[in-house]
């Protein structure tokens, strides 16, 4: 059998950098004013970390929003030009209603690299904030993707990263009723379409988040100078943060959603701007239908499920760590105790039971002299490991090893 060389792993491996010191005093901030509003608040620390997450993410694609494929939506009380993230007007959604209009994502391929580095960098935040810098927290190479050292115990975890937002709250800039002509005389138009906006650059653009009533609360996020201007958004979010309330006010939305995803209410309004929510119910009549025919779009659909919950993740995943876990642990060479896991922003929230309990609790050996199905007949020294050393969030640790408990548990992390 093939084994990795551990040390040569570590020694080829890096530190989690951001790529400018203004992003990076994003996130400082954004995890501080977290972790101040857990202990203030008294509301748990994960969820706090996880909205967080959310929040830097979405930064990361805010920088990026160009003129293009803007939503006109009229009101009686205000006229916004919106810049959804998920497929549906979502000043509509928080009505119940359903209005297409194909979203914003960042391509799969730069979402993945956004919310790993994120991720390793919120890691690497928490262990010298919270933990006095006990872990050192390392971007490995292939075919792993994460390695957490304790020096201290002498233990390594390795890690599988599988990680993707609950949401990203729409972009919003105030405009007035646009006219059209229809049979030679000039009207106002009522309805939602999509709108260029010719005047980005230099207009106040706002973050779009809501209240109890489910109307619009704008904040106002900052302008983009120019098509170069990739750090506006970095700078008016620290703004943001500057304000006591903000995250008070960007926590409660974004838990609102948190449980209507996971079940803990009903699955309306504010759900609607959730990744991988799926199709609307009730389907408008107006609703279109995928470019094949076969069936109807959807507003999020499961290739952005959320955390750890995207199915063919977790199938990846699990064989990852089995063949990590196979190749490091069993006959370890090295002197590092080696724990195994996946590590996400949130846990598999809808397909734990299906996918990740049947074997939650696996432990496994190689068997090399082929003595048959009893544990009796092996030699009473083989070692016996765990499939998954954790199945690590920051909203939930299911661990089967008492070092991933102590020190990867956020949401039971004493601040």
């Not at 007007?89 to 297409?100: D, E, G, H, V, W």
């Not at 209507?260 to 279109?288: F, I, M």
């Not at 661990?399 to 102590?406: A, F, H, M, P, Y």
Request: charged share 25%; glycine share 6%.
């Amino acid at each position: 059998m093939s084994m990795l060389d551990i040390e040569s792993i570590l020694s080829d491996g890096s530190h989690f950098e951001i790529g400018s010191a203004r992003q990076r005093q994003l996130i400082d901030k954004c995890l501080e004013t977290a972790c101040k509003y857990a202990e203030s608040s008294d509301i748990d620390f994960g969820q706090c970390l996880a909205a967080a997450f959310d929040l830097i993410v979405s930064v990361c694609y805010y920088n990026l929003v160009a003129h293009k494929g803007w939503l006109y939506s009229p009101d009686d009380r205000e006229t916004l030009f919106l810049y959804p993230y998920t497929n549906t007007c979502p000043r509509n959604a928080l009505q119940n209603k359903f209005i297409y209009h194909p979203c914003h994502k960042p391509r799969s391929g730069a979402i993945g690299f956004v919310t790993f580095q994120c991720l390793g960098y919120c890691l690497t935040w928490y262990s010298q904030t919270v933990l006095s810098g006990r872990l050192e927290v390392l971007k490995a190479r292939e075919p792993i993707d994460i390695a957490i050292l304790d020096r201290t115990e002498n233990i390594c975890l390795l890690g599988e990263v599988k990680a993707s937002p609950l949401v990203t709250f729409p972009l919003a800039v105030r405009g007035d009723i646009q006219l059209e002509e229809v049979d030679g005389e000039t009207q106002t138009i009522q309805d939602c379409r999509e709108w260029p906006l010719a005047k980005l650059y230099n207009t106040e653009i706002n973050l779009m988040l809501f209240n109890d009533r489910w109307k619009p609360v704008l904040l106002p996020l900052g302008r983009k100078k120019n098509a170069k201007d990739t750090a506006w958004a970095f700078e008016g979010t620290i703004g943001l943060l500057e304000n006591d309330t903000f995250f008070d006010r960007y926590f409660w939305c974004w838990f609102d959603i948190f449980e209507r995803y996971s079940g803990q209410q009903v699955k309306e309004r504010s759900y609607w701007l959730a990744n991988a929510c799926g199709a609307p119910s009730p389907r408008p009549d107006t609703w279109p239908k995928r470019g094949d025919a076969t069936g109807y779009k959807t507003i999020s659909d499961s290739k952005t499920s959320v955390g750890m919950d995207r199915t063919d993740d977790l199938k990846k995943a699990t064989y990852q760590v089995l063949k990590i876990g196979a190749e490091t642990k069993f006959n370890n060479a090295s002197s590092w105790n080696v724990k195994t896991g996946i590590i996400s922003n949130l846990p598999a929230i809808r397909h734990y039971q299906e996918y990740l309990q049947p074997i939650r609790d696996v432990i496994w050996t190689i068997d090399t002299q082929n003595c048959g199905g009893q544990a009796g007949d092996l030699d009473p020294d083989t070692p016996l490991y765990n499939l998954y050393d954790g199945l690590i969030s920051f909203i939930e640790c299911n661990s089967r090893d008492r070092w991933v408990s102590q020190f990867l548990n956020f949401s039971k992390k004493k601040l």
